[in-house]
């Protein structure tokens, strides 16, 4: 598997801004069968691009606001079904039909937060 992050950040003055995008692929499956052929279905993995960004402004000295988006192109997690590290022991055995540990943003679609912080 590959992952490739990329991100740019800036601050001016009260602004800050973050972007971040993550791609990842699989190559074939490592598995074979014990004749050595590997096995005819689920060998391949496709690829996932997420998008998260995040902004803040600090409106004085004490109070900071802050939001955030996580998979804003709303990706889904391609089907990894021999994954081992679902939920459930992966797609074949009734539990996750994804990879937790590289899609999770995919399974669960775009999140956005929203907050503030006050320092006294």
Same mark, same amino acid.
């Given at each position: 598997? $590959? *992952?490739?992050? !990329?991100? *740019?950040?800036?601050? *001016?003055?009260?602004?800050? =801004?973050?972007?971040?995008? %993550?791609?990842?692929?699989?190559?074939?499956?490592?598995? =074979?069968?014990?004749?050595?052929? @590997? @096995?005819?279905?689920?060998? *391949?993995?496709?690829?996932?691009?997420?998008?998260?960004? $995040?902004?803040?402004?600090?409106?004085?000295?004490?109070?900071? %606001?802050?939001?955030?988006?996580?998979?804003? %192109?709303?990706?889904? =997690?391609?089907?990894?079904?021999? $994954?081992?590290?679902? !939920?459930?022991?992966?797609?074949?055995?009734?539990?996750?039909?994804?990879? @937790? =540990?590289?899609?999770?943003?995919?399974?669960?679609?775009?999140?956005?937060? %929203?907050?503030? $912080?006050?320092?006294?």
């Amino acid at each position: 598997m $590959t *992952r490739s992050p !990329a991100s *740019r950040a800036f601050n *001016r003055h009260a602004l800050g =801004a973050a972007v971040a995008a %993550l791609w990842s692929t699989h190559g074939l499956a490592q598995q =074979a069968f014990p004749s050595g052929n @590997p @096995p005819p279905q689920f060998c *391949r993995v496709g690829s996932f691009t997420e998008l998260n960004v $995040t902004g803040r402004y600090n409106v004085s000295e004490q109070l900071q %606001l802050h939001a955030g988006a996580t998979n804003l %192109l709303n990706r889904h =997690a391609p089907p990894d079904l021999q $994954t081992f590290g679902a !939920a459930g022991g992966g797609g074949q055995l009734g539990g996750a039909a994804y990879n @937790p =540990a590289y899609h999770q943003d995919g399974a669960v679609g775009p999140m956005f937060t %929203l907050g503030a $912080t006050y320092t006294f």
